[in-house]
């Protein structure tokens, strides 16, 4: 078994991965700039060590006697001080240049990365466009990568998923934008054996892959067949217009106390389509995902088993 570093465990998918890499019976560390917020992976026998991916000898430490590295990073949330001038893309390249190097001063040559689908190299958006130029960075550097991009990730704890469960259960829905862009949808379980199922394939090195079920839904239909697994009626939809919202975004970064850029960033991806193509990873990883519904009732089902 490898010994694994989560970089991102405090983050709805790295906490998921981590959880099933203990499973599997991984040796695994994590680390963690708030190590008490992962008290629960420690009792499981994570190896929890502070740090923070800004700090270059923090991530080289933790890569110490590491055989592969999981970087599941979220910077539209708020950082340290020290970051507050740099855009929210800014602060990830640079938390990647730091694993990059520490990977290289302790010949750790597996590194898998979590994104996004949509990015492309005519990206239009700040979210796009940066994570295209991370990907690259990462792909050119020397090391075994694979780039996981999934769309919209079901699961409690997805920031995405939870605004869709919570308008599902209401008579009118608030939705950013005009609810027509689409989605493909997968489900945390999946995406997670995805995750590990690519660890030992040297087929998936140098390569990114788009991740997702066989379902396309649109905004509206996320909400509408949530409403179907939970038994409430399709609400009535209040569409809110992306422009009236990214024009306040820089008010909204000051007070969410969020990286420059992070919330208008966020906002121009949510209006481009997430559809992708995952018939490539299949043929490397064939179980069948779940659909959307089967996804949805999975996440209702875990939440209620631990709580």
Known sequence: MKKILVIGA???????????????????????????????LAKRGCEIVKGDFIDSKSVEQAL???????????????QQKATSTLGFMDIEMNALQNIVAGCKLNQVTRLIYVT?????????NAWTGG????????????????????????????????????????????????????FRTIAVDDLVYNMIGVLNQPE?????FEVGSDDILTGDQLIDEAADVVGHAHPKKLHIPLGLLQFAAPLIERIAKSPKGA???????????????????????PRKPLTYKQAVARALTVYQNNN
């Open 204 to 208: 998936a090195f140098g390569k990114c």
């Open 263 to 285: 919330i208008k960033g966020a906002l121009g991806g949510l209006g481009s389509d997430l559809v992708g193509d995952p018939s490539p990873i299949r043929k490397l990883l």
């Open 10 to 40: 405090s983050g709805f998918i790295g906490g998921y991965l981590t959880n099933q890499l203990l499973e599997e019976g991984f040796t695994v560390r994590c680390l963690a700039r708030s190590p008490d917020k992962l008290e629960e």
């Open 116 to 124: 996004s689908l949509g990015i492309s190299a005519d990206a239009t």
């Open 131 to 182: 994570r295209w130029k991370t990907q690259q960075y990462l792909l050119q550097s020397g090391l075994d990568v694979t780039v996981i991009q999934p769309g919209m990730i079901v699961g409690i704890g997805g920031q995405g998923f939870n605004m869709v469960l919570a308008n599902a259960k209401k008579n009118v829905a608030v939705v950013i934008g005009n609810g027509h862009n689409k």
């Open 64 to 78: 110490e006697s590491i055989d592969a590295v999981y970087v599941s990073i979220h910077t539209l949330a708020p």
